[in-house]
């Protein structure tokens, strides 16, 4: 399989990079099992990256994804930063806490040269991008440093416009999928795609492998997506109900609770579109609001709400659509049964034309048409 070959891996599952919520344990508990592992570095300062890759390079061998935004920084709008500051007035009072006074720190910082200096000296396996692709000479340096390179779309747009760039593979990322939109090329969320709609059309579009993402927490999922083309998946959500991720209580309470319905992409807690668990600021201020500073300036005037936040009413509480499928597992155990029950399903559904070999390194589908 393209896929396993490409990065070096034994199953084709890779465990989306999380902000917030998958730091090395979670990494090496999955790259362990067989699969991808990744260490999200947009929000987090090099530093703390750089211990995060030692103590997973302390605990295996295996490969590592390093992930990183490519936004662009908005220039800051004063006058709008303060009327979204004075929005969130009454819960600052409500809290008794402070407003912000600096609402210009931008927080999670695109990938720089700094960051490209971090990919040299940690030369992981793979490099994620995003939101698009970094200068043509920052990732011409990421790619000398012997990293294979990836990136979300979320149209075939998208997926063209990187194949073109040359990346190694694209990820088909559905509007099932938990977390920030990865659009660079559009800004209208009402028209993203579902990942299997989108991810049929991605393959046909690019010659590179297509990993999908969005709405996969079980082996009926993976199957679905091998089905449809995919070389490989990737998951998230179903890994935040891992003992391994670093999520708050009120976040896993979150997770445990709710179902299909209740989750809403929001531009609230970032500036950008992403999807999350419904929650007091989503219902109170409405989820999509085009008067919040763009990402990634929102989060500042939020902050000393989060900081008092226990509840998760001013945080966000990112989640795909599939929650409800998924079950907690250690992270190693969860990545064996996503591939293990995807290869049942797939032979479960085997009828004349498909044929399914499982062997111990790769999977092989091959889907024949049947003259009529």
């Given at each position: 399989m393209r896929a396993l070959k490409l990065f070096g891996i034994a199953l084709p599952i890779l465990q989306a990079p999380m902000a917030g919520a998958g730091l090395s344990a979670l990494a090496v508990a999955v790259a362990e099992a067989g699969g991808l592992g990744a260490i999200p570095c947009a929000a987090i300062a090099l530093d703390q990256a750089r211990a995060e890759v030692a103590a997973f390079r302390a605990?295996?061998?295996?490969?590592?994804?390093?992930?990183?935004?490519?936004?662009?920084?908005?220039?800051?709008?004063?006058?709008?930063?303060?009327?979204?500051?004075?929005?969130?007035?009454?819960?600052?009072?409500?809290?008794?806490?402070?407003?912000?006074?600096?609402?210009?720190?931008?927080?999670?910082?695109?990938?720089?040269?700094?960051?490209?200096?971090?990919?040299?000296?940690?030369?992981?396996?793979?490099?994620?991008?995003?939101f698009g692709l970094p200068p043509a000479d920052l990732l011409a340096r990421v790619r000398a440093a012997g990293a294979k390179v990836i990136a979300s779309a979320t149209t075939v747009r998208e997926a063209r416009w990187l194949a073109e760039r040359g990346v190694d593979a694209v990820i088909a990322q559905g509007a099932e999928a938990g977390g920030h939109r990865g659009l660079f090329l559009t800004d209208d969320v009402t028209t993203q795609v579902g990942t299997f709609a989108l991810l049929p059309q991605v393959v046909d579009a690019v010659d590179v492998p297509v990993i999908a993402a969005g709405g996969i927490a079980d082996g009926r999922g993976v199957a679905a997506a091998f089905v449809l083309g995919a070389s490989a998946v990737q998951v998230g959500t179903a890994y935040l109900f891992c003992p391994e991720a670093s999520v708050t209580p009120a976040h896993r309470a979150a997770l445990r609770a709710g179902g299909d319905a209740d989750t809403a992409l929001t531009n609230l807690f970032s500036g950008r579109p992403a999807r999350g668990i419904v929650n007091r600021l989503m219902r109170e201020q409405g989820p999509l609001d085009p008067g919040v500073p763009p990402f990634p300036l929102a989060g500042a005037a939020l902050a000393p709400l989060r900081a008092t936040d226990a509840a998760g009413d001013f945080t966000s509480l990112w989640s795909g659509q599939a929650r409800a499928l998924a079950v907690e597992l250690p992270a190693g155990e969860l990545t064996r049964r996503l591939a293990a029950d995807g290869r049942s399903a797939l032979a479960r559904a085997a009828a004349p034309g498909i044929e399914v070999r499982p062997t111990d390194s790769t999977w092989t589908v091959n889907i024949e048409f049947l003259s009529i």
């Open positions: 605990r295996t061998r295996r490969p590592l994804n390093l992930n990183f935004f490519c936004h662009a920084l908005p220039p800051v709008d004063a006058a709008r930063l303060r009327a979204w500051r004075d929005r969130l007035a009454p819960y600052y009072a409500e809290r008794g806490v402070v407003p912000p006074e600096a609402l210009g720190d931008a927080g999670r910082q695109p990938f720089d040269a700094a960051a490209c200096a971090f990919v040299e000296e940690a030369c992981p396996e793979v490099v994620s991008f995003h």
